[in-house]
């Protein structure tokens, strides 16, 4: 069972997460239309540092530089222990903690006491990281954390990375090789002749390098045209899909993402404000707005990552089930269909969406999967969630789904083993899993960006 939303085809799955991922910096993604205000973060970065002295060749530091400091040139540099406990309190426990940023987060002497601490708390964590700074003491600390996502920049044979290549990187890097779980690596160049022969080939990503939502002054990356139209994020790396998040500067200063590098969206401070005033506040507001106005100026019109909405997969499917229904009642055509969830979704007369956990919280309503499945209902083992509407949708026990007829479940979970069995106890054998629905909307792609799902007899 793959761990999370992915939509590329099997065969370039590893390399399609891989570059997709190439300019996440760790961040994780989500669609942007936000259905609810949340109490707190479902995801954030940290920057731990301002000025990262890795001083990538495409990276925008003197951007960012320029505008932290330009209205006051004392604001901190670092982010403390202290500061750190306090914004954590400001996250939903079990939501993803990217150490990340735009700096290496081993600038910051306390990193691997902080990845130590939130994983104690009971936060998923990811890090990107370039070893820069990490010493073997840090490593001995962290080498046990069961990371969501491990992403190690690696040195580039034309420098366009600045890695000090020491015997001390070295044997850190075989060490994390050896033991840390490495969800691919990323290089802004060629691989350094002197680390190829300690990295797995397989998961090497290859240079796939995005504008920063052009804030990159290069010519060689080009900047992304302004998308218009209703659009969503859609940044993240295949293992934090869903998790978009916002950048916290180490004296509180929230920004939209890992690539306003121009601080051009300042959400907030985190340490100032709560989650719930910041998403009311004006910056938060516009930017949401921005994501359905055409005329908007905002990140993510020029931002490589984000999506025309009627580009989403949900979306695509939408399309092919209209057409099936539409088909369906006519004389002379039967159904050629090879995408049997398409067939299944035309013909149910309700679908509900089982598990409304994080997988749900993070991707069902930003990727538009409740209009693009048409769901009608939801279920959870949670008693607390059963008989409560979400935007409109009353949530049932499983008991109840058998006085839905010709109910179509669609299990929203990662690990749906257990759901899949209490279903079949319950009697109520149409189900699916969201990932058999991505795997099958992967294989017909084609199919279904073309609507080739009827022919006519
Ligand atoms: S600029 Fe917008 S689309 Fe791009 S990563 Fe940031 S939030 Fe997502």
Known sequence: MKSNLQFESTENRTKQKILSSENNRGGGKMSLSIPCQTPKL?????????????????????????????????????????????????????????????????????????????????????????????????????????????????????????????????????????????????CHGNVHPVVKNLIDPEMYAGISLGNRAGNLDLEEVPVTAAKTGS??????????????????????????????????????????????????????????????????????????????????????IKRSVDMIKE?????????????????????????CVFGLGKLFRDHFFQEYWHQGLNVSLLADNNQEMQGKYIEGLLCVSPEQLKEYPDVMVIIFVKDSDKIEQQLKNLGVMNYITIFQIIDEYN??????SKNLFLKRD
């Open 42 to 186: 479902h995801a954030l970065e940290l920057s731990l540092t301002i000025g990262c002295r890795v001083d990538c060749l495409y990276c925008p530091q003197k951007l960012l530089l320029s505008k932290y400091y330009s209205a006051d040139k004392n604001r901190k540099s670092t982010l403390s222990f202290d500061d750190f406990k306090k914004v954590l309190d400001k996250v939903e426990r079990n939501s993803s903690i990217s150490f990340a940023g735009m700096s290496e987060p081993f600038h910051n002497p306390y990193c691997a006491d902080m990845i130590v601490y939130a994983y104690q708390q009971g936060y998923k964590i990811s890090l990107l990281t370039t070893l820069v700074d990490m010493t073997m003491e840090d490593y001995q600390k962290i080498k046990d954390i069961p990371f969501e996502s491990f992403v190690l920049h690696i040195p580039d044979e034309e420098q366009h990375s600045r890695f000090s290549i020491t015997d001390e990187y070295l044997e850190l890097l075989k060490q994390i090789n050896k033991n840390i779980k490495i969800d691919y690596y990323s």
């Open 231 to 316: 659009i969503v994020c859609y940044h993240g790396s295949e293992k934090q899909i869903g998790g978009w998040a916002p950048v916290m500067f180490p004296d509180g200063t929230l920004v939209l993402c890992c690539q306003d590098y121009g601080m051009k969206h300042v959400l907030g401070n985190l340490l100032e404000e709560s989650w719930e005033e910041i998403q009311a506040g004006k910056e938060f507001q516009h930017f949401i707005e921005g994501l359905t106005a055409d005329s908007s100026d905002i990140l993510c019109r020029t931002c490589c990552d984000s999506r025309n909405v009627e580009e989403l997969p949900s979306m695509q």
């Open 327 to 351: 088909q369906l009642n006519k004389d002379n055509y039967t159904a050629s269909i090879s995408s049997n969830f398409i067939w299944k979704l035309a013909r149910c007369r309700h679908v």
């Open 443 to 448: 294989k017909e792609k084609q199919s279904v």
